[in-house]
């Protein structure tokens, strides 16, 4: 690149997007110093503690930045195939050469102090591979084929990380599903998948719970399951006997039990399990006749759903290691272990509590400082903005993050180049993501499952893997301006 073609390059840079990243970077780093900070070794450019580590991968992390700025936008594109193929190898090989760390297999350890974890860099090669196969000209949302591979392009590093222990960071990839729904993927999808969530929850809230003689969690379970799919038969205007037997069914079904109940005992959770499975059977005799691809998905939906209630148990009790069934009965309430996986949460909880509105200032949490709550530098490091910052402090940052959102939206959408929109989506879904579950986790609304802030958390594969996933971004839209 010559001189006037990098001037210009520079130039196109959005320097917004830029400013904001540097801020929370800043605020990141000022922070993991506040949270390990000690009175007798308060170094800040001590490359042994944490302070300085950070500001060393920060510096890698700049030099990254640079690299990519400089390149030949269109060789990004050009090699994404490559690249997503060795990612995939490298993950699968990780399983095999990585320690053992906390029960994960996901960190390849280079030096005693440098550690890489593949699965944080897996987020940006396969934002990049699915932002190539979408961006097809002949790509069809509503081809079989074309939206079976993009299911498979972010699933299949998902599973290799799931096989890896590392479930936190599996999960992330889920939020692709976002990207599909902007491309024109079916919002029944996603409802599927906040279903399948809310079966979940009830189950385990609901599991061993008797009302009386009926069993709360398939009373609970199946009701839903039954409205979700009645709700699915709303679309169907033109079949409107399918909403009426929706309809009677429990009725009956609801009323023979309430009348047999006082003569016998009655479990009312098998009039839940009547009426499914009645109504499925009409749908299964509706789609022979009218063969409504709509109604075959409904269809689908709830034997999937039911499926999924039914193996739960399972899931929970041979897939979850133990110390991830802790984190989530204590997450719902079913289970009080305030000493053990509750722990975390209750402290960070308290540190952002007695924070009040204006906070206690710069190095002066005590919640932090006596290093009450664990991972108070990394995946909880929220709580030593709302300690120490308070209410005021903690709505700036959060307000950093919605504004390097909005922006990457905007910048998205006015993307002429498809592959660098659906990128551009991606990037902004996993940040989007990781801020949600992270706070969530801090603030004790979902389980803990060691997701970092973006830029925030100390992590050196972190903050490489988050700077890289974004100003490959901010290349691909200089790539815009220049033409």
Not at 68 to 83: E, N, R, V, Y
Not at 221 to 238: M, R
Not at 353 to 365: M, Q
Not at 387 to 407: H, K
């Amino acid at each position: 690149m010559n001189k006037i073609e990098s001037t210009s390059l520079f130039r196109n840079l959005d320097y917004i997007t830029v400013v904001l990243y540097l801020l929370i970077v800043f605020l990141g780093w000022i922070t993991i110093y506040a949270a390990g900070y000690d009175i007798q070794n308060a170094g800040v450019f001590d490359l042994h503690g944490r302070t300085g580590s950070q500001l060393m991968w920060l510096g890698v992390s700049f030099v990254f930045i640079v690299l990519i700025l400089s390149s030949d936008g269109t060789f990004i594109k050009a090699f994404t195939p490559w690249i997503y193929v060795f990612m995939l190898l490298l993950l699968i090989v990780t399983i095999f050469i990585a320690p053992d760390i906390k029960g994960s297999h996901s960190w390849l350890v280079i030096t005693d102090t440098m550690r890489l974890q593949p699965a944080e860099f897996a987020k940006v090669t396969t934002a990049l591979m699915l932002a190539q196969w979408c961006s097809r000209y002949e790509f069809s949302i509503s081809n079989k084929q074309d939206l079976l591979v993009s299911l498979l392009i972010f699933l299949l590093p998902m599973l290799i990380i799931v096989l890896q222990n590392e479930t936190g960071s599996a999960v992330v990839f889920a939020t692709f599903f976002l990207v599909m729904y902007r491309e024109g993927l079916t919002g029944s999808i996603i409802a599927l998948g906040v279903v399948m969530a809310l079966i979940f929850i009830l189950a385990m809230k609901f599991s061993g719970v008797m009302w009386g003689e009926t069993s709360a969690d398939t009373l609970v379970v199946l009701s839903v399951i039954y409205l979700s799919t009645y709700l699915a038969i709303e679309t169907y205007g033109h079949l409107p006997h399918l909403r009426i037997v929706a309809a009677v069914i429990p009725i009956i079904t609801f009323s023979s039990a309430f009348v047999t109940s006082f003569f016998v005992d009655v479990d009312f959770g098998y009039a839940a399990m009547i009426s499914l499975a009645l109504f499925s059977v009409y749908l299964i005799i509706n789609l022979f006749i009218n063969r409504g691809r709509r109604l075959g998905f409904t269809l689908a939906f709830t034997l999937t759903a039911v499926a999924c209630f039914m193996g739960i148990e399972y899931f929970f009790n041979n897939v979850l290691q133990d110390h991830q069934q802790n984190r989530i009965l204590v997450s719902l309430g079913i289970k009080d272990d305030p000493a053990g996986a509750g722990y975390n949460v209750n402290q960070s909880m308290i540190a952002i509590g007695s924070g009040g509105l204006t906070g206690k200032g710069f190095l002066n949490g005590t919640q932090t400082k006596l290093k009450y709550v664990p991972e108070q530098d990394t995946d909880f490091i929220f709580c030593t903005v709302g300690e120490e910052s308070g209410f005021i402090g903690s709505t700036l940052v959060l307000a950093l993050y919605l504004a390097l959102l909005l922006r990457l939206i905007y910048l998205a959408e006015r993307q002429s180049d498809p592959f660098a929109r659906i990128y551009g989506y991606s990037v902004a879904c996993i940040l989007f993501f990781h801020l949600v579950i992270n706070i969530g986790m801090v603030i004790g609304l979902v389980p803990v499952i060691g997701i970092p802030l973006p830029y925030f958390s100390y992590g050196g594969s972190s903050l490489l893997s988050f700077s890289i996933l974004l100003f490959i971004f901010l290349r691909l839209d200089t790539l815009k301006k220049e033409l």
